[in-house]
Structures are given as structure tokens and as C-alpha cells.
């Protein structure tokens, strides 16, 4: 591939800016000078820094951020941050997209990729990928609300019912429960829905991705080739 196209793929601006990056001197490969941006580069394990800072070559990025409170998974957010500014800018050059989405109050796990056939694994609503939460309720949980939770609930304007899985309290305003579905709020209106409320929401895990324990609020890493092809390849 082309030192300009190689670099333009991985974030660093248009065509334009990436010939002039080449040739004031900015990027390196092993360590050496290219200011040919018309260089071939084998892109397979290639390593390659730009203003002396070290960068892989990825051909589709996937990441996994710990989201805070107070930011919105819009480009266009209406009243708080947005979750990209929370990323550097070369993965916002590639058009990086949020695998689904959290409130602005939910925290825990996003994730975001400009793949779309890994975006479609997860999100799709035939695929019904488990979608992992921790919930602390205004009121202290009933058996009751654990168990209708289970058996399921209705929504306003919504067919059918809505089933979580795998429900546990964990403390006397805390439970733990997993859905297959993406619906807007779906979590605050099943415990609206058992007669509680949800005063903190927090995504520990998105299919087989969880949180680790060691990421902190905001920070964020890059997911595994081997994580993401077994998502793609993961039936419903
Ligand atoms: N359910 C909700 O109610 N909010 C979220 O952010 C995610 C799931």
C-alpha cells in the first residue's frame, strides 16, 4: 500500500495532509525518515510512528471504553459531552460509530468500531446478544421484582414482553440482571415496570466483552483480533 494512503486509512487526515506529513519529516518506519509518500508499505504487522509517537497498523479498529457519567453517544449531543471526545482524534477521522448505546447517566462498558459487520453482530436485533447490567434501585428490591423481571414485563408501545435473565440481588438497593434486547431505556422501564426505580445504571458486559476491573472511568483500550472474531462468528 502507499505511505500516504496507509496513513490516510489509519486517521491521519485526507490525502493532502498526509503527503505533507511524509514529506516535512513527521513519520517514521523502523525508526528511519520516510518522506516519500509514494512508498509502498506492507501494512501486515507494520508498525510506523507519526510526530515520534508509535502507532499500529489496524485495518478495523474496535474499542472498548469505560464510560463515565454526563456524556452522550451522539456526535451531536443536545445537553452534555459527547462519548468522542472521549477518543483521540485519528479514531474519530475513521469514523468510528458507539456499538449501541447508554443514557448519558449509565456507565460501564461501550464500545465502538468502524467495522460494520462486527457493529451488526452485536447490535442486530435477531442476534439477541446479552447485554450485562448493575442496577441500584431507589427502593430496596423485592423477591417479587426479581421474579416478575424473570417472567417478564410489558412496556408502553411496545409488543410482547421483556425478559431479563440471569437476575440477582446483590444488595439490599442493588441487583444485577442481563437483556438480549436494545430498546431506548429498556433497563429503567422494567424496573419502572416492577414498581421500582433506577437511581444508577452501569454496563458490565456486551456479549462475551466484559469491563475490566483495572479500566478506569474514561479510559479505553483496544480489543483483541481474537475477542472480535469470535464475536463476529457468534451465532444468535
Ligand atoms: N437501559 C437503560 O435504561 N439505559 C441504558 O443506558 C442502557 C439500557
Known amino acids: 500500500m502507499l505511505l500516504e494512503k496507509m496513513l490516510q486509512s489509519q486517521g491521519f487526515g485526507s490525502r493532502k495532509e498526509c503527503q505533507l506529513l511524509i514529506k516535512k519529516g513527521f513519520v517514521r518506519i ?3 525518515i520516510c518522506d ?21 497498523y489496524r485495518e478495523k479498529v474496535y474499542i472498548a471504553l469505560n464510560k463515565p457519567q454526563g456524556f452522550e453517544c451522539s456526535h451531536q449531543p443536545q445537553h452534555h459531552q459527547s462519548v468522542f471526545s472521549l477518543l483521540p482524534e485519528i ?3 475513521r469514523n468510528v460509530q458507539c456499538v449501541g ?9 461501550l464500545l465502538f468500531t468502524d467495522d460494520g459487520q462486527f457493529l451488526q453482530a452485536l447490535t442486530h436485533p435477531r442476534k439477541h446478544v446479552a447485554k450485562v447490567y448493575r442496577v441500584v434501585t431507589a427502593d430496596p428490591v423485592q423477591p417479587e421484582q426479581l421474579t416478575l423481571l424473570e417472567t417478564g414485563v410489558e412496556l408502553r408501545n411496545e409488543k410482547g414482553i421483556y425478559q431479563a435473565t440471569e437476575v440477582a440481588q446483590l444488595a439490599e438497593n442493588q441487583l444485577q440482571m442481563t437483556i438480549h434486547q436494545g430498546l431506548y431505556h429498556q433497563v429503567k422501564r422494567m424496573i419502572a415496570a416492577v414498581g421500582n426505580k433506577v437511581e444508577h445504571l452501569h454496563r458490565q458486559q456486551v456479549g462475551q466483552f466484559s469491563l475490566s476491573e483495572d479500566l478506569a472511568e474514561s479510559e479505553w483500550y483496544y480489543l483483541t ?7 463476529k462468528t457468534q451465532d444468535s
Do not use: S
Open 30 to 32: 523502523e525508526g528511519e
Open 101 to 109: 448505546r447508554l443514557d448519558q447517566d449509565t456507565t460501564g462498558l
Open 36 to 56: 516519500n509518500p509514494k512508498q509502498q508499505v506492507q501494512v501486515e504487522n507494520l508498525t510506523f510512528q507519526v510526530f515520534d509517537e508509535c502507532y499500529q
Open 91 to 93: 479514531l474519530i477521522q
Open 225 to 231: 483480533a481474537q475477542e472480535v472474531e469470535q464475536a
